[in-house]
């Protein structure tokens, strides 16, 4: 009985760890004009949090640039500075920065 | 000998002697009593001098190139105008190379388009001089200082010997300088234009030195001997 308790709980734990790993952030770092990753999959209901290295402002803008498409608009102020968006519907979500438009990245979210 | 093997001699021999003349160059200017700083490596032969002469004569052969192109695009010579213009951005490319090699291809391709950025304000200005359009003369002229921030701010991510401030300084003296350059041009006084030509080009050296010491300093290894 006691073993079987603590495989139940096991499982559980696993479960709980998996459903933890789902919804820990991801980051991209913002370092010599260009996000890093370029490029970063998710799954639906992650965090992104932006953290800039470059001590120089820039933007993440959803979008290409000439087409901000609205989703969202996050200024990172300088050196340090993070924002963050939480993705919940599934997609393939384009941005880049609007002070710097060669700068550009995607997060493809999955459900 | 065959004429391939000539020509490949006298490649050599090109090469060679401009490698030299960017030396020769780098030594007149600092002799010369400009603000230049005095050279902390001077040995000339080492990975540091090689690194040291490449960014000066890169950068000196920008000025001397955007010159040629602003110069020609206001005396409304296109065909020397396109072509000049061509140079100045393989002269951009060999410079995000340059960086490239150091800091690797990501940076070289952030690089680029943030050098070629900076060219193309110049573009806006002599095109708002030449057309007397002071409204777009002015935003260039902001957009370049403007650029002097981001410049700096890319070299200091890069390395962290070259605060962002002076970069930018230094950057916003060259900005100045060619500005120099193409309002002498515009007003057809081809003295003063050479004599600001020359200005912008020696201030080169007060970019390319720290630039280059700072790299050897961040990566004494792949500079020693």
């Not at chain 2, 002697?17 to 400009?34: K, R």
Request: proline content about 4%.
């Amino acid at each position: 009985m006691k073993s079987w308790t603590l495989r139940a709980l096991a499982c559980a734990g696993m479960m709980t760890a998996g459903v933890n790993a789902w919804a820990e952030d991801t980051a991209v770092t913002v370092r010599l004009f260009q996000f890093q990753p370029e490029e970063a999959s998710i799954r639906a209901g992650t965090r992104v949090v932006w953290t800039n290295q470059d001590d120089i402002k820039h933007t993440v803008t959803a979008g290409l640039p000439g087409q901000p498409d609205g989703r969202f608009t996050l200024v990172l102020t300088g050196k340090g500075a993070t924002a963050s968006h939480l993705f919940t519907e599934p997609g393939v979500y384009r941005y880049f920065c609007e002070r710097h438009q060669n700068m550009r990245g995607e997060i493809r979210v999955a459900r | 000998m065959t004429r391939a093997m000539t020509t490949a001699v006298v490649v050599v021999a090109v090469m060679t002697a401009s490698a030299l003349g960017a030396g020769c160059s780098q030594t007149g200017t600092s002799m010369g009593g400009s603000a230049m700083a005095a050279p902390a490596m001077t040995t000339s032969g080492t990975k540091a001098a090689g690194l040291r002469s490449g960014l000066n004569n890169l950068l000196q052969e920008h000025v001397y190139l955007a010159a040629a192109a602003t110069g020609a695009a206001l005396d409304g010579r296109d065909a020397e105008f396109k072509a000049a213009a061509a140079a100045l951005d393989q002269n951009s490319i060999a410079i995000s190379k340059a960086i490239g090699s150091v800091y690797g291809m990501d940076a070289e391709l952030a690089f680029l388009p943030l050098w070629r950025r900076h060219i193309g304000f110049a573009v806006d200005y002599t095109v708002g001089v030449a057309t007397s359009d002071k409204t777009r003369a002015d935003k260039a002229v902001s957009d370049l200082i403007g650029y002097t921030e981001d410049f700096g701010a890319f070299l200091a991510s890069a390395n962290p010997n070259l605060p962002k401030g002076v970069v930018a300084s230094l950057v916003k003296h060259h900005v100045v300088t060619l500005k120099n350059v193409i309002d002498a041009q515009a007003s057809k006084d081809p003295t003063r234009a050479y004599m600001a030509l020359r200005t912008a080009a020696g201030h080169m050296p007060m970019i390319a030195d720290p630039l280059a010491e700072a790299i050897v300093k961040q990566f004494p290894d792949k500079f020693a001997g």
